[in-house]
C-alpha cells in the first residue's frame, strides 16, 4: 500500500502545453503539499493545503494551480508550460499543519518539457 | 545566501567507515532539523528529526545540532553500500509547515 502516490511518474510534453499531476494519500493526514526539485537536487516548496485550504503559496507563477477536492488529494495543474519548468515535482504529506517536520513524500513526477 | 547550506559533495567512502554529512544554517529562530534519505529516482524519505541543540541517536545514525554555531550534523557508524543515497538536511520555518533543504549531499559507499 504507497501512503503518497502520484500519477504519472514520468511526463514528456511539449512547451506550451497544459498538463496536470496528481497525488493521492492514504495515511490520513490533514495537510499536503507540492515540492519542486531541480536538476542540483534543490527541493523547494510550492504549495501546501491544510484540510483543502491553502496554507503557503512560495511565490510559483499563477501557471501553476492546485487544486485540492479533499483532504487526500492534492493535484497540481500547469498552463503554458516552459522549458524552466522540466524538474521532478514531488508531492507530501504531514500528519497536521504543525507537523511538517514529519514529510512522507511520493516517487516524484519527473517533468520534461521539449 | 542561502537558508541552510550544504556541500553537495559527491561523497564516496569504503564499506565500515564513518560517514560525516554536515549543514550550516543562518536563521537563529530555526528550531526543527531533519535529515531525509532520497535514493535514485525515489522520493526523500524522513530519517532522523530533532527539536533544538543536542544528539539523537538511531541505530547507526547520529544526528547532532548545535545551535551556537548554526551547525547540523548526521553520522552514520559502520557505513554499508545500501547507505548509498543523497543525503538532505532540512529545517522548519515556524510552524506553518515551510521546510527549508540544503541542496543535499551524494553518498556512495563502495563495497
Known amino acids: 500500500d504507497t501512503a503518497v502516490s502520484q500519477t504519472p511518474k514520468y511526463l514528456v510534453t511539449q512547451m506550451g502545453n497544459d498538463k496536470s499531476i496528481k497525488c493521492e494519500q492514504n495515511?490520513?493526514?490533514?495537510?499536503m503539499y507540492w515540492y519542486k526539485q531541480d536538476s542540483k537536487k534543490f527541493l523547494k516548496i510550492m504549495f501546501s493545503?491544510?484540510?483543502?485550504?491553502?496554507?503557503i503559496n512560495e511565490t510559483v507563477p499563477n501557471r501553476f494551480s492546485p487544486k485540492s477536492p479533499d483532504k487526500a488529494h492534492l493535484n497540481l495543474h500547469i498552463n503554458s508550460l516552459e522549458l524552466g519548468d522540466s524538474a521532478v515535482y514531488f508531492c507530501?504529506?504531514?500528519?497536521?499543519?504543525?507537523?511538517?517536520?514529519?514529510?512522507?513524500f511520493g516517487s516524484g513526477t519527473q517533468l520534461s518539457v521539449l | 545566501q542561502k537558508e541552510v547550506e550544504q556541500d553537495p559533495g559527491p561523497l564516496s567512502v569504503p564499506e565500515g567507515a564513518i560517514v560525516s554529512l554536515n549543514c550550516t544554517y543562518s536563521?537563529?529562530?530555526?528550531?526543527?532539523f531533519m535529515w531525509y534519505r532520497q535514493y535514485s529516482r525515489k522520493g526523500p524519505e524522513l530519517l532522523m528529526y530533532?527539536?533544538?541543540?543536542g544528539n539523537k541517536e538511531d541505530g547507526r545514525f547520529t544526528a547532532q545540532v548545535d545551535k551556537s554555531s548554526k551547525y547540523i550534523s548526521l553520522f552514520i557508524r559502520d557505513s554499508q553500500p545500501s547507505d548509498s543515497a543523497t543525503y538532505l538536511c532540512?529545517?522548519?520555518?515556524?510552524?506553518?509547515?515551510?521546510?527549508?533543504f540544503g541542496q543535499g549531499t551524494e553518498l556512495s559507499v563502495k563495497p
Open positions: 536563521n537563529s529562530a530555526f528550531q526543527y
Open positions: 493545503y491544510n484540510n483543502k485550504e491553502l496554507i
Open positions: 530533532t527539536y533544538s541543540s
Open positions: 532540512a529545517t522548519l520555518y515556524n510552524q506553518g509547515g515551510k521546510l527549508i
Open positions: 495515511l490520513g493526514h490533514d495537510t
Open positions: 507530501a504529506s504531514s500528519p497536521r499543519q504543525g507537523a511538517a517536520e514529519k514529510l512522507f
